[in-house]
């Protein structure tokens, strides 16, 4: 997902909007918006899967522990 990201930041920042119309600008303009949430998705994503490990890894303890 990183790498779609990362390639569509490129694309619309190599947009030229001093040549657009007004509907292709709130196009873009909702095309940035829709961007920085999957950005921000994205981060949460690796935040859960951060969180994940480390409850996985204290699960994973406590059944050795247990024995």
Same mark, same amino acid.
């Given at each position: 997902?990183? @790498?779609?990201?990362?390639?569509?930041? @490129?694309?619309?920042?190599?947009? @030229?909007? @001093?040549?657009?119309?007004?509907?292709?600008?709130?196009?873009?303009?909702?095309?940035?918006?829709?961007?920085?949430?999957?950005?921000?998705?994205?981060?949460?994503?690796? $935040?859960? $899967?951060?969180?994940?490990?480390?409850?996985?890894?204290?699960?994973? $303890?406590?059944?050795?522990?247990? $024995?």
């Amino acid at each position: 997902m990183a @790498d779609t990201i990362a390639e569509t930041v @490129d694309l619309l920042y190599t947009i @030229d909007q @001093d040549h657009l119309t007004l509907d292709q600008q709130i196009a873009l303009g909702a095309a940035l918006a829709a961007l920085a949430q999957a950005e921000r998705l994205e981060q949460i994503n690796e $935040r859960l $899967r951060s969180i994940h490990q480390v409850l996985n890894t204290w699960s994973l $303890r406590s059944t050795v522990d247990s $024995r």
